[in-house]
């Protein structure tokens, strides 16, 4: 479900629901049972604070690999599953660490509204790199977003990636040309070097699935 046919639902413009997306505003009562139905869920979910590891409505956005430039209203899992939120350093060497992966080496564990495979986890962004306020896709500095690297990467992906020279991993959208030639976008468009071409020595360790953001 888009932006506009959510806006459509309640006869309000697509920047009003984005508000709600955005957490700058939230549905009145009115239109919280609506809004419930529409997203089929319940109002007791949409209220539900940090303290149950659920997030309030307008923090949840889910990501479509095929189709990442429509973002989502969220579409939560009916039972929320809960993954490891690992540093960026781990995650730049998931497959390796993976199959041994203990829960003590987590910075923590976090309920997650959408669905994964079971290699999933979750990191805390960092910089401003993909921060972009005049776009409709956008993640500030301690966002978390979930990565499930069985996911394919397409065209506009937004993954997490790392160079054979670096520890740790990055966050970018990936953009594969007709002419064959991959790149790593940054969405910040104020970002130096906003376009890093990917090579033999770039390994997309996962895909983010999705965005929310803690209170």
Not at 105 to 123: G, I, R, T, Y
């Amino acid at each position: 479900m888009t932006l506009q046919q959510l806006g459509d639902i309640f006869g309000i413009s697509r920047s009003s629901v984005a508000g709600w997306e955005s957490g700058d505003s939230k549905p009145g009562q009115e239109k919280l049972l609506e809004l419930a139905k529409a997203l089929d869920t319940s109002v007791d979910f949409l209220l539900q604070d940090k303290d149950q590891n659920t997030l309030l409505i307008g923090q949840l956005k889910s990501y479509d690999s095929a189709k990442v430039s429509e973002r989502n209203v969220a579409e939560p899992t009916r039972e929320p599953s809960k993954l490891p939120v690992i540093s960026w350093v781990q995650a730049g060497h998931w497959a390796e660490i993976v199959d041994n992966f203990q829960p003590g080496d987590a910075e923590d564990w976090v309920q997650c509204p959408f669905k994964n495979s079971a290699s999933a986890f979750v990191l805390r962004v960092v910089g401003e790199s993909m921060f972009n306020p005049g776009g409709e896709i956008s993640f500030r500095d301690g966002d978390y977003i979930s990565v499930d690297p069985q996911r394919e990467a397409l065209h506009r992906s937004l993954v997490i990636a790392k160079r054979t020279d670096d520890q740790s991993a990055t966050f970018k959208q990936l953009l594969i040309e007709n002419d064959g030639t991959i790149m790593l976008h940054a969405l910040n468009p104020a970002w130096p070097n906003r376009y890093v071409p990917v090579d033999e020595h770039t390994q997309i360790v996962g895909v983010v699935t999705g965005q929310w953001r803690a209170f």
